[in-house]
């Protein structure tokens, strides 16, 4: 009976621990709740703050050939867009050059790309390379320097003007680019039909000039900024010149196509080539997919501008990068990059 009551006893002492506890520690429903959800709102708070601040887009840049201007250019300037933004990560790819980079940027397996304002043009409009193939999903971000037309022939050729190509081996420039539509333009201002009254080639600046030194091509077209390593090395070891573009064609040639300028190519530019060369300029232009986001084209064209200081080394070109030149696309421009030109006043 005695263990009974001790039992008993016990059993009511425990009650009492416990009701005790779970007084002390007791807190409303709703106390829990606000205590809860203010916990998780801190948290969460803090988690967002932390992807805004180092989460930044991820762009890839399709430029040309490694040992091209393209890739010179593209890849410092990358660097430097990278290095001063906390938004966009500009990845540098090389490609085969402009209507490559339109083709893979209209396909979205890059944002964004080089060209020279002509094909920048046609794959917006759906004309001239880009006539059979339509309208391609790009718009435009930046201008950045010039690029002129040379027409480079051996000095005792004979050959003095695009008519004299007839019947001649001609590289008219590199596959893949826009750069074969400015010599078949001059071409047939000339009356010369550039796929029957000449043999064609299509070949890169190096492999185009070793040919013509090496008596291989007769003449050999590239678009390029002045001066140009591959003509500089010819100019230096081999006997050559630059064909010049007579005014009126250059004029006509320019009526119709809105993309390119005149340009003279000063004499001593080269070695040996001791006259001034009239011709066509063309500037190179950035582009982009048009589902590129507004903050990623904003942060580019910005620190691609307010940074060209830090990578105005990497080509002779780079000084021609400026914000009043760079918002003079063919093309309508994204509206994150209008958006930056407009607050910088370069346009009304």
């Known amino acids: 009976m005695r263990n009974k009551v001790k039992f008993s006893g016990l059993l009511s002492l425990l009650l009492v621990i416990i009701m005790v506890m779970t007084a002390c520690g007791s807190t409303s429903p709703e106390a829990a709740g606000e205590t809860a959800s203010e916990g998780a709102s801190s948290t969460e708070a803090e988690s967002s703050e932390t992807v805004e601040s180092t989460a ?67 794959g917006y409009y759906g004309t001239g390379s880009y006539e059979n193939i339509g309208t391609q999903d790009i ?10 037309g040379h027409m480079v022939v051996k000095s005792d050729s ?14 008219l420039g590199p596959p893949s680019t826009t750069i074969v539509e400015m010599s078949k333009a001059i071409l047939r ?48 070891t081999a006997d050559v010149d630059l064909v010049t573009v007579d005014d009126n064609i250059l004029d006509e040639i320019v009526a119709e196509s809105p993309y390119y300028e005149k340009y003279t190519i000063p004499a001593g530019t080269y070695k040996g080539i001791d006259h001034d060369t009239e011709t066509l300029k063309i500037m190179t232009n ?9 903050e990623a084209a904003y942060d580019f064209v910005k620190h691609a501008l307010e940074g060209v200081e830090d990578y105005a080394t990497a080509h002779n070109v780079v000084k021609e990068i400026t914000p009043e030149t760079a918002w003079q696309v063919p093309v309508p421009l994204h509206p994150g990059a209008e958006k930056y030109y407009r607050e910088i006043g370069v346009i009304q």
């Open 56 to 122: 930044r887009e991820d762009v890839i840049l399709g430029t040309g050939g490694t040992a091209g201007t393209y890739y010179v250019v593209g890849a410092a300037m990358g660097k430097v867009i990278t290095e001063r933004s906390d938004k966009v990560n500009v990845i540098v790819q090389a490609t085969k050059g402009s209507m490559e980079n339109i083709n893979l940027t209209n396909v979205g397996d890059i944002q964004m790309g080089m060209s020279n304002a002509d094909g920048v043009y046609f």
């Open 139 to 148: 718009v435009g971000l930046m201008s950045l320097y010039m690029s002129a």
């Open 158 to 171: 004979g050959i003095e003007s695009y008519a004299d190509l007839k019947g001649k081996k001609v590289c």
């Open 286 to 294: 950035i582009f982009a997919k048009s589902t590129l986001s507004d």
């Open 189 to 236: 201002a000339y009356g010369v039909d550039p796929e029957n009254d000449i043999k064609p080639y299509y070949l890169s600046f190096d492999e185009g000039v070793s040919k013509l030194v090496d008596g291989d091509l007769d003449a050999t077209f590239f678009v390029a900024g002045i001066p140009t390593a591959a003509l500089m090395n010819a100019s230096a």
